[in-house]
């Protein structure tokens, strides 16, 4: 089985940094794209960043400029560099991945389990 799992999330003061880390494990073949949402309380999640396993990136209009999406493929792990961050970036962060598991030809989607980023002075 395949699991995501995640860390970096935390309280910090507008301005201020934060990485998040998301780790896949398991019966991995390959993993096509990875990325991450979020989701503040009322509102929709929306997707935040993306990358392929290529490396082709793409980035919500509210965080480009800000956010960096980046990936180990040899460790399966992918990351969000989050700089000069404002109290609107407040929300609950997922990872997910495309992935295809060992013994298939078909891939499917997972998500991590979710952590709470939190920007308040």
């Known amino acids: 089985q395949v699991q995501l799992v995640e860390s970096g999330g935390g309280l910090v003061q507008p301005g201020g940094s934060l990485r998040l880390s998301c780790a896949a494990s398991?019966?991995?073949?390959?993993?096509?794209?990875m990325g991450w949402y979020r989701q503040a309380p009322g509102k929709q999640r929306e997707l935040v960043a993306s990358i392929t396993s290529g490396g082709s990136t793409s980035y919500a209009d509210s965080v480009k400029g800000r956010f960096t999406i980046s990936s180990d493929n040899a460790k399966n792990t992918v990351y969000l560099q989050m700089n000069r961050m404002e109290p609107e970036d407040t929300a609950v962060y997922y990872c997910?991945?495309?992935?295809?598991?060992?013994?298939?030809?078909?891939?499917?989607?997972?998500w991590g389990q979710g952590t709470q980023v939190t920007v308040s002075s």
């Open positions: 398991g019966s991995i073949f390959s993993i096509n794209a």
């Open positions: 997910n991945a495309n992935i295809r598991p060992r013994g298939t030809w078909r891939s499917d989607n997972y």
